[in-house]
């Protein structure tokens, strides 16, 4: 090779390497810096995408705008460990970098869903069945009572059957632990009891600070021998839980029978009428002390508690009144 070609060969390999560096630097500062992403995007990578596959779904949705680099970049960079799949929220402005580190670890978006208190099973499924992103149809009924009311947090494509599942053992845990530090002067002798009154304490009552008070009335009825007189055990013999009892109960409605009607049958119904909540078992486990027999509706959201049936005719009166001055009837 003469002389002359070899400058040329020495310049041609000195520029490649000049360019070779610089689209590396390039390629770099594209991984490293801001991205170009104006807005926040939701993008979900499905299980078992390729990183290559990875790159070109974050640049259809504008996350990143040099998908080799990033590729490049989780290769060098990444440790060996794997980029997630899962549905992500990416913030305007991210890096390609950050996005990596995202996807390491995880951080995929959750999603919630409440479940009020004292919904039946029926009313809970119902619930689940248009919860969005929820994967699969909801399962088999579990028993009434069984299912903790709560916010779940849960992820895209989540089974129905998995988050019924949850709350079962939700439930199973949390009522172990409260039976196991109950007022042992209860007269309850296990703790799918406790679940049954709790429900007809949460269908009483939405109030927290009257709770207690419902749960000491309805022992102060059993310990005398007393039916519990409760409305919403009435309506769960007509409805079976499945359905709402648009209007009011009738005086007919008082005489169903039911094993689940307490107007017509002492002691607690055979099954929880509902699914209560944390407060409701509280209440239950841990009553107040009172001698009340009766309550009724005080026409303010709440309940006139009295001891005696002359005191509750006198409730019921004020409430009558109290009715007929809200309807004009």
């Known amino acids: 090779m003469g002389w002359r070609l070899f400058k040329i060969f020495v310049t041609v390999v000195a520029l490649a390497l000049v360019g070779a560096g610089v689209y590396a630097y390039v390629l770099w500062t594209d991984f490293n810096t801001g991205g170009a992403l104006t807005e926040e995007a939701d993008v979900v990578i499905p299980k078992g995408t390729r990183i290559s596959a990875i790159a070109e779904l974050l640049t259809e949705a504008k996350v990143i705008d040099n998908p080799l680099a990033f590729e490049i970049g989780v290769r060098l960079t990444s440790g060996g460990m794997a980029l997630k799949a899962g549905e992500y929220e990416f913030p305007a402005g991210i890096s390609p970098r ?47 009572g069984t299912l903790l009311p709560e916010t779940y947090l849960y992820l895209r494509d989540d089974t129905r059957a998995g988050l019924v599942e949850r709350m079962q053992r939700d439930m199973e845990t949390l009522l172990k632990k409260l039976w196991a530090d109950r007022d042992q002067t209860i007269p309850l002798t296990k703790p799918e009891e406790a679940v049954i009154l709790a429900s007809v304490v949460e269908k009483e009552t939405g109030r927290k600070d009257e709770r207690a008070h419902v749960a000491s009335v309805f022992y102060n009825r059993m310990e005398k021998g007393m039916p519990l007189q409760s409305d919403p055990t009435v309506i769960f013999a007509l409805t079976n839980g499945e359905k709402h009892l648009d209007r009011a109960l009738t005086m007919s409605d008082l005489r169903t029978a039911s094993p689940y009607n307490t107007y017509l049958n002492a002691g607690l119904p055979p099954t929880p009428i509902a699914n209560p909540g944390i407060e409701a078992l509280k209440a239950v486990l841990h009553p107040i002390k009172s001698k009340d027999l009766y309550f009724v509706a005080d026409g303010t959201g709440g309940h006139a508690f009295a001891a005696t049936l002359d005191e509750h005719n006198k409730n019921v009166a004020n409430w009558r009144k109290s009715q007929k001055a809200a309807t004009g009837n």
């Open 98 to 144: 950050t996005v990596m580190r995202l996807m390491i670890d995880g951080k995929v978006v959750q999603h919630k869903v409440t479940i009020p208190e004292g919904l039946t099973v029926a009313e809970i499924l119902d619930l689940l069945k248009t919860t969005p992103l929820l994967d699969g149809d909801v399962p088999t009924a579990p028993e009434e």
